[in-house]
């Protein structure tokens, strides 16, 4: 299993981003798959969840609004549109499918004028 995140950089207050995470060794389009992230010195949360066929997102309170979750199954893609970001969006953020315990290296947003 391979889960490899993209799309970080350094970015103003008001700013976007689109984060990727490619996906390899498992049954992709199986399994629900979710954006957490990482914040200095605090613990890792669940940001956004997207069902197998796209047919159910959910996302945490503190991004409703701002990001859009989505995943292109014949390419074995998650992705992660953020806009109108904040400075409390500064994190690593990772993807993971529901279910199985293995994790990429992540990408580093940073929100910062």
């Known amino acids: 299993v391979q889960l490899v995140e993209s799309g970080g950089d350094l970015v103003q207050p008001g700013g976007s981003l689109r984060l990727s995470c490619a996906a390899s060794g498992f049954a992709f389009s199986v399994y629900t798959m979710n954006w957490y992230r990482q914040a200095p010195g605090k613990e890792r949360e669940l940001v956004a969840s997207?069902?197998?066929?796209?047919?159910?997102?959910d996302y945490t309170d503190s991004v409703k609004g701002r990001f859009t979750i989505s995943r292109d199954n014949d390419k074995s893609m998650m992705y992660l549109q953020m806009n109108s970001l904040k400075p409390e969006d500064t994190a690593v953020y990772y993807c993971?499918?529901?279910?199985?315990?293995?994790w990429g290296k992540g990408t580093l947003v940073t929100v910062s004028s």
């Open positions: 993971r499918a529901t279910g199985m315990d293995y």
């Open positions: 997207i069902s197998r066929k796209s047919d159910f997102r």
